[in-house]
């Protein structure tokens, strides 16, 4: 019933920008935090970023603080990131996370209770 979809990602040069979106579809995020996690290829998935559940409140991996920024329009039940200056490291799978269960942030996988399928995001040199 619960969907998120992701979309935007894509092949870019390092330095360069792309912004991810997450479509959420059978139940409103509405007052739940959202996040991001990321995959690279033989590694274990990691924390992205995380924004609360009114947009109050945002948080990022230090990998990415100061490059990425995360977003919401609880009106369109999407989440967005936008990521900026990106690096050859920050290739990688891109999951959209809801919580249902929880406003603050949280980097904990594990209090996220819905994923969407992931969308490739490839940093060239």
């Known amino acids: 019933q619960v969907q998120l979809v992701e979309s935007g990602g894509g092949l870019v040069r390092a330095g360069g920008s792309l912004r991810l979106s997450c479509a959420v579809s059978?139940?409103?995020?509405?007052?739940?935090?959202m996040g991001w996690f990321r995959q690279a290829p033989g590694k274990e998935r990691e924390f992205v970023a995380a924004i609360s559940g009114h947009g109050v409140r945002r948080d990022f991996a230090p990998s990415v603080e100061g490059r990425f920024t995360i977003s919401r329009d609880n009106a369109k039940n999407t989440v967005g990131l936008q990521m900026n200056s990106l690096k050859v490291e920050d290739t990688a799978v891109y999951y959209c996370a809801a919580s249902w269960t929880r406003i603050g942030t949280t980097r904990s996988a594990g209090d996220f209770g819905a994923w969407g399928q992931g969308t490739q995001v490839t940093v060239s040199s």
């Open positions: 059978g139940r409103s995020i509405t007052g739940y935090a």
